[in-house]
């Protein structure tokens, strides 16, 4: 499988393309800020098309190119319901601090839009991806899961948009953050998966799920009972 992707713009924000080996399809995830452009070359020059756009929340430098992407090639963009909203207003996702930034830019949804749910499987691009509902960072967030079939067998991948880092986790003092939240989202969805679980967050470099329980200073404790944590 074909798992590539790029920081875009001003946020920098992972902008991810899977695809299956030799296959002609793919599905984007997360396009934000300045990643049109980008992104469209990176598949003319590989012969990709795109069949869906994967939103792991609706806050704007993940979300900030979905409506160009998907008109483009004539595609539906996934996002859960609570965040679905941030589409076409993002202000209310991130406060009034954002407005300065976008000045008189408008957005609006794709011209589809599916609503996902936790635990479904979606069969894109002979790809399956499980939901999990991971919110904290929004109420919204979801993590992606993919089971990518490599040299030494199948490598399990977990796209986590904001809701976990490299040695460390999303913020959550924006509209609809809970921290609290955020921490049991992650001790009770993310943690039990197994170490070898690849980690492709939302911003910064990858890590895995054994290497964060070791050393992300967020999560000392967490799911520990003798911590009182969950």
């Not at 012969?47 to 992407?69: F, K, N, Q, R, Y």
């Not at 009034?96 to 008189?104: E, F, K, R, S």
């Not at 040299?151 to 999303?170: N, R, Y």
Request: charged share 20%; proline share 7%.
């Amino acid at each position: 499988m074909l798992v590539t992707g790029f920081p875009a713009g001003m946020f920098q924000t992972n902008c991810y393309i899977l695809a299956q080996d030799d296959a002609s399809e793919c599905v984007v995830v997360d396009p934000g800020q300045d990643a049109a452009d980008p992104l469209i070359d990176f598949l003319t020059r590989s012969s990709l098309t795109p069949t869906a756009v994967l939103l792991t929340h609706g806050h704007l430098d993940h979300t900030w190119s979905v409506e160009p992407i998907c008109e483009k090639y004539g595609i539906a963009a996934y996002i859960a319901p609570e965040d679905r909203y941030m589409l076409s207003d993002p202000i209310k996702g991130t406060g009034p601090a954002l407005a300065a930034v976008l000045g008189d830019i408008e957005f609006r949804e794709p011209a589809e839009v599916i609503e996902l749910a936790d635990g479904e499987q979606l069969d894109l691009a002979g790809i399956e991806f499980s939901v999990v509902h991971t919110p904290g960072h929004t109420q919204g967030s979801v993590v992606f899961l993919v089971r990518a079939d490599g040299p030494d067998g199948a490598v399990p991948l977990a796209l986590t948009g904001d809701t976990l880092f490299a040695g460390s986790i999303g913020r959550t003092d924006l509209p609809g953050g809970d921290h609290d939240q955020l921490l049991r989202s992650i001790a009770t969805r993310l943690l039990p998966l197994g170490d070898d679980t690849v980690v492709l967050p939302g911003h910064g470099g990858q890590s895995s799920i054994g290497q964060e329980r070791a050393s992300n200073p967020f999560l000392v404790g967490l799911g520990d009972p003798e911590q009182g944590k969950l």
